[in-house]
């Protein structure tokens, strides 16, 4: 497979998985300011530091208002992870690769992106937000879905998987991160603690897998297990990293990779999540996202064009 094959299968996918992953952060924050009282909710500002494009954001806007907020996420094309941003990223890389993908793939990403494109606009009403948002998540679902179920399992299909398993770890970190950073701990958050908890859950659509394995308590030590050390669910970041380790098994010139991957899965191991909370779950969470730029920069020296 040409390596230039490989990088854009990579990249595609990891740009439809971002749209998806923005897509549920944005819903689930809805919700949550409407159970949180105004003095405990977070408000919107959380957000914009999950991306990680604060100073971008304070370039643009002035405040941090619903507004604002929304359309940064959503439709303004100076966010280079903006939800149209990235399905227009993942619409020129599929075009580029249609005579390697399943046609149904290519077709399904183009018509997404046209149709948000088309109805950008209801991403900042009140009324069309839910559902332009959930249609992202929908289809973005169904791309997946296409090409597991009629793409050749072959090498470039290992990319394709290997950039979603990467950018869904990324983003599970980062939600943990700044999530249980905003959860205040005082007296008059307290109470209202374990929504925030279940917010993080939901966010990754954890919470239904979470009561099954954890038990209905919401725990935040619990969480943190489930969302680090899970290994079943397909959002955690062990079930990610064993994903990635499971790809490269049949990829050529895979030792050093593998071996990169596995220093990964060690160190994460070793970390007693369930007891790491404040500084301490922050730093470990910087050396974890540090770890898995290490694991992309590793494979595209290793496999991509430069």
């Not at 944005?26 to 100073?55: A, C, F, T, Y």
């Not at 009629?150 to 299909?157: L, P, V």
């Not at 049949?250 to 790491?276: F, Y």
């Amino acid at each position: 497979m040409l390596s230039r094959v490989a990088e854009t299968l990579y990249w595609t996918a990891r740009y439809v998985e971002r749209a998806e992953n923005l897509a549920r952060l944005i819903n689930v924050n809805n919700l949550l300011l409407m159970d949180l009282p105004k003095g405990v909710s977070p408000g919107w500002e959380p957000l914009i530091d999950i991306i990680g494009n604060r100073e971008t954001f304070e370039e643009i806007y002035s405040d941090f208002s619903e507004k604002n907020v929304l359309k940064f996420l959503t439709i303004d094309s100076r966010n280079p992870s903006s939800i149209i941003n990235s399905l227009q990223y993942a619409r020129d890389n599929a075009r580029t690769i249609r005579d390697v993908v399943p046609r149904e793939m290519w077709e399904a990403v183009n018509r997404l992106h046209m149709s948000m494109k088309e109805n950008s606009n209801s991403f900042l009403s009140k009324r069309g937000r839910f559902a332009s948002l959930k249609e992202v998540i929908n289809q973005t679902l169904l791309i997946f879905g296409t090409m597991d179920a009629t793409m050749s399992h072959d090498e470039g299909y290992f990319f394709w998987r290997f950039g979603s398993a990467l950018e869904r770890a990324d983003m599970t970190s980062r939600i943990i991160d700044v999530r249980s950073s905003s959860i205040k701990d005082d007296h008059i958050a307290l109470p209202f603690e374990n929504i925030q908890w279940m917010s993080v859950l939901r966010s990754l659509s954890g919470y239904q897998m979470y009561r099954q394995k954890m038990g209905v308590r919401i725990r935040p030590g619990d969480v943190l297990k489930f969302m680090l050390h899970g290994e079943e669910f397909p959002r955690s970041v062990m079930f990610c990293l064993h994903k990635l380790k499971s790809l490269f098994i049949n990829v050529p010139d895979n030792a050093a990779m593998i071996e990169r991957i596995d220093h990964s899965i060690t160190e994460l191991e070793k970390q007693p999540v369930a007891n790491l909370q404040g500084k301490a779950l922050h730093d470990y969470i910087d050396e974890l996202q540090i770890d898995l730029a290490d694991i992309h920069q590793q494979l595209s020296e290793q496999y991509f064009l430069h």
